[in-house]
């Protein structure tokens, strides 16, 4: 049977990064279906919209808008309703405009995507493509094209466990240029890099990324994609329990009164 493929964003049904991503899909299959919000849902992280009614607006043959949803809304849509009996085998997130490295996962709509879809039973897989906002915020899609579908099939290769996602990311360099692919732990920063950003408006102000923290650790993601030019693979784990952790205080912690 072939691979039945679902894709998702964060940036919306239109986004150009959704039709790099489907292009990837289609050298992996010809069984790909599309279920994105209907705009902008960056920074969503894995929200759901409970509580108040969703839409799906049919835009072509197997492509769907999710009115005011999140891609994880539209992972649940497309997994257990569009789809019908037979839900996608691999769910590809992406691909975004900009990386999504470090602790910025966290709140990352389109790892949120790939992560939903894991917990639905599919391979999830987030992808993104690097800015380097050095230079602008124009955006070259020539690795994400060219690398894509190899990622995932290196991945799909590696036969993923239930409980694991993947989140990828493509260099900024010429495709010739780019040194090979990476399996690397994420950066996690020293603290969190989100900040209160001053408005021009008075009174008003935005939460951005003024700048990265550091140190940086010349192995993890971020240095790997920006220094070694390598397209990044992080395995992400869906049990979220620190067993180290929970091994070290088990017995240890009781409800002392006083």
């Known amino acids: 049977m072939a691979l039945r493929i679902l894709i998702t964003n964060d940036d919306g049904v239109d986004a150009p990064?959704?039709?790099?991503?489907?292009?990837?899909?289609r050298e992996l299959s010809d069984d790909v279906?599309?279920?994105?919000?209907?705009?902008?849902?960056?920074?969503?992280?894995?929200?759901?919209?409970?509580?108040?009614?969703?839409?799906i607006d049919e835009r072509g043959p197997r492509r769907f808008a999710v009115v005011g949803g999140s891609p994880a809304d539209c992972v649940v849509a497309g997994m257990t309703h569009l789809l019908g009996d037979h839900p996608a085998d691999l769910v590809l997130s992406g691909v975004n405009a900009g990386q999504n490295l470090g602790d910025i996962i966290n709140c990352s709509g389109t790892a949120g995507g790939?992560?939903?879809?894991?917990?639905?039973?599919?391979?999830?897989?987030?992808?993104?493509?690097?800015?380097?906002?050095?230079?602008?915020?124009?955006?070259?899609w020539s690795n994400a094209r060219r690398y894509g579908a190899?990622?995932?099939?290196?991945?799909?290769?590696?036969?993923?466990?239930?409980?694991?996602?993947?989140?990828?990311?493509?260099?900024?360099?010429?495709?010739?240029?780019?040194?090979?692919?990476?399996?690397?732990?994420?950066?996690?920063?020293?603290?969190?890099?989100?900040r209160y950003y001053a408005s021009d408006n008075p009174g008003k102000f935005f939460v951005a990324i003024p700048e990265t923290p550091m140190p940086l650790d010349p192995a993890a993601d971020f240095e790997q994609l920006r220094q070694g030019h390598a397209v990044t693979v992080t395995p992400l784990g869906l049990q979220q329990t620190d067993t180290a952790e929970l091994l070290r205080i088990?017995?240890?912690l009781t409800l002392a009164q006083g």
């Open 17 to 25: 990064g959704i039709e790099v991503m489907t292009a990837i899909a």
């Open 150 to 194: 190899a990622a995932a099939r290196a991945i799909l290769a590696a036969s993923p466990p239930r409980d694991i996602y993947y989140n990828v990311n493509f260099p900024t360099c010429a495709p010739g240029a780019v040194s090979g692919l990476a399996v690397v732990r994420h950066q996690r920063f020293s603290r969190s890099p989100f």
């Open 114 to 140: 790939a992560r939903e879809g894991a917990l639905q039973g599919a391979v999830g897989i987030a992808m993104s493509q690097a800015i380097n906002y050095e230079q602008g915020h124009a955006i070259d």
């Open 33 to 55: 279906w599309i279920v994105a919000p209907d705009g902008n849902q960056s920074g969503a992280g894995h929200r759901f919209t409970l509580g108040r009614e969703l839409s």
């Open 250 to 252: 088990a017995g240890t």
